[in-house]
């Protein structure tokens, strides 16, 4: 018996999830999806632009447009402090930066431990949730970044 079981394990499917907070909620999104994780940088806000978009920055010589996850999420802002970072993703071939309070850790994860989400978690709306993880003393809410943003948001971030 002890055998099948490790072989089923090895067989089961891993997420593997940058992990983040945004107040007292932890977040998770794939991997994959993440570029990389810089310290807050000078951002430079832009005319015209929806709340969320806090602006753009000079990442290397390539000006990005930042997303404030919080103002997107329906969470209220905060001052940003030291642990606060931006995550740089690609969405759609244009690379975003998503401010979030902090950035926890790299998390592998079992694919059997997650569940779809309900129809509300923390008032955040659930079709920007994958799944929620529920590890041995803590709850990761799993986001799809790009249902984060509408097509129209998308459209609006190309032109900044």
Partial sequence: MLGEQTLKDD?????????FKIGREEFGVDILRV???IKMLQITSVPNTSDFIEG???LRGKVIPVVDLRTKLGIVKKVHDKDTRIVVVELD???????VDEVNEVLRIPKSITEAPPEMVSSIHSDFITAVGKLEDR????LDLEKTLSTNDIRELESV
């Fill in 11 to 19: 067989h089961e499917e891993i997420l593997q999830l940058v992990s």
């Fill in 35 to 37: 570029q990389e994780i």
């Fill in 56 to 58: 753009v920055v000079n």
């Fill in 93 to 99: 071939d244009k690379t975003v930066g998503f401010i």
């Fill in 139 to 142: 709850l990761i809410i799993l």
